[in-house]
DNA sequence: GTGAAAGCGCTAACAG
DNA sequence: CTGTTAGCGCTTTCAC
């Protein structure tokens, strides 16, 4: 760490004082300078913003926050940054907001409810002037207390008919509904599922169940793969259901990343797709129409979610009334090569 | 927002001072109770977090960052969070930082120099406890800032003899060369490289064109691709390089994400891979492996760089020596069937 | 258009 | 082990 700089002031920060006095005025028309440029004289704000630069001030936003009792920060859950679902949600809040004065602080709560709880007793502190929820909030005390602040809270990438404040969802439900009438149509008979099987998972597997049931099918196998999920799950899991099913004509994953791994492991064992067993996964990433054979999905519209979910907050951190709070987002299923028999 | 709980007062937040009340003690108490826990005498502390439970209280963090001095926050910049290759360093992390009493804010630079020093300004205010970088920062002027604040830096994914703090990166050039290298022994002779060609790109290109010199090869052309990558963008640099190189036999993509997109181009147009044209990637994505083709790679560890770093860090932070302040992590060549012929 | 005084909520420093 | 006092750096409020 050693510089050839000419160090300031080891110990002391530089402070509006401090620019005030190079730039011949009080303090608190530095800060106007600043925050309310139109407040100050052209002339003296010109002045102000030299000697910042020549002192290299940088605001203390835990000063300037306590003081005027506003946050700039917005906090944003998301189970898990890796996952690419939410990455691109993740990018549509980024892009919402960009430009405005907000700072978006990230939080990765893991898909444990309990770390959910411990981490928002992290957040806020911090008074954030918006929460972003990837995914609902599940504890009764974490939305309680969200409540209690009377801050906007925009939910996402879930449902429930009792948001703390706004929500810009889509059904899971309906999601699998759609893929169990698409794979009842098909004729399919030997149906497994893969993937979460509690929260979204199970709404899931509720509506697939739903679907099937319209023509008289049934899913034979539910194989929970809760944890981590990447590529390779998906060929262990495709090895682990033909194991235990082992005439199963069709499978139905809860994410494409489950769904590309076993058309990848389908081909490594020399089982063809979608002839002998149909694939088919959920959320519509990116990549789905070019792997081999094209993936059929759920699309969900991911980072105009995310994008939406920003302006919406947005809005409402500006004082703007939000016409319709609860958004439910359409999905569709896209029908392609995976499971055309 | 209209709940049937006791809503505290609407407009005043719970502070010690009310704690302290209830909890018949006075402020400084509360705070050392739950600051620091040993300080207190176990029935008091008891009796403080019961109130604390009761009023619901909060601690302001600008308040007590303020009044202390310390900083919780742990800033990191990553260039974008869709990437997959940052996003397992993220994963590290968040990884090493779990369970430690820092918030991290991550903020997105999107590849840009400009925005990347504009973001520093709005992250700094928040005089965070240290700072992250995917990649080594750029602009001299925000180099010079973190160096006078004196705060554990680290840099990440990149290289540099001078680093503001820590680096803990790998060589792109090394990554290059091994290709090159690779792309000699293999006997191609027109061979083009597509991808990033500024900062860590050109570091690759030139390692490339070192390793390839070697065997009195050389880069036939070069296909830049500065922007967002997905797997789509394989598809058509494949088609472009085809189109501007019809007797191309080698490419070698700065990213993984390409080359998957080439390998699934390729066999859209019905080019055999590696016969025809062989194809490699760079930083050994989970599924480059199961890729079929499978794919010839440069391995980086970008999950155990983003650990090391965030440990690394926290020794700094816990005020112990880093003895190694500046780590070079190994990279290696994953010479799989892409390139196999 | 600018300034003086006051205080946001907390915790460091010093006492006891 | 607990309390008193003061002040972190800023911006609100009120004044001119």
Do not use: C
């Not at 050693?2 to 006095?21: H, I, L, M, Y």
């Not at 409540?147 to 449902?159: D, F, H, K, S």
């Amino acid at each position: 760490m050693e510089s050839g700089e000419k160090r300031r002031r080891p110990n002391r920060p530089v402070r509006v004082e401090d620019v005030a006095r190079v730039a011949g005025v009080s303090p608190i028309t530095v800060s106007r300078a600043l925050s309310y440029p139109d407040k100050v004289k052209e002339e003296t704000r010109a002045r102000i913003l030299e000697a910042v630069a020549q002192t290299g001030y940088v605001v203390n936003r835990f000063a300037s926050s306590l003081r005027s009792g506003r946050s700039n920060v917005i906090s944003v859950f998301v189970s898990s940054l890796m996952n690419p679902h939410f990455a691109s949600s993740m990018q549509g809040i980024l892009d919402a907001f960009e430009g405005s004065p907000y700072q978006l602080m990230f939080a990765q709560t893991g898909y444990s409810e309990q770390f959910e709880a411990d981490l928002l007793e992290t957040v806020l502190p911090f008074r954030p002037a918006g929460v972003v929820f990837t995914g609902v909030i599940r504890s009764d005390k974490s939305r309680e207390a969200l409540q209690q602040l009377a801050i906007p809270v925009i939910e996402m990438w879930g449902y429930r008919p009792d948001p703390i404040d706004m929500l810009l969802g889509f059904s899971n439900h309906e999601g699998g509904r759609l893929m169990g009438e698409h794979f009842g149509q098909k004729g399919f008979r030997r149906i497994a599922y893969s993937g979460h099987t509690i929260e979204r998972g199970a709404e899931r597997i509720a509506g697939f169940r739903e679907g099937l049931a319209r023509h008289d099918a049934t899913i034979n196998l539910i194989h929970p793969m809760e944890g981590t999920r990447r590529i390779a799950d998906g060929i262990d899991a495709f090895r682990d259901i033909r194991a235990q099913l082992p005439d199963v004509d069709a499978i139905f994953f809860g994410t494409d990343i489950l769904a590309t791994g076993a058309v990848l492991g389908a081909e490594k064992m020399g089982v063809e797709v979608p002839r002998e067993v149909a694939i088919a996964g959920f959320g519509g990433l990116d990549y789905t129409p070019h792997v081999r054979p094209s993936l059929t999905t759920i699309h969900v519209s991911g980072y105009e979610m995310g994008r939406d979910a920003g302006r919406m907050l947005l809005r409402r951190l500006n004082g703007e009334r939000v016409d319709k709070p609860v958004v439910q987002q359409p999905i569709s299923l896209e029908a392609r090569d995976s499971t055309n028999r």
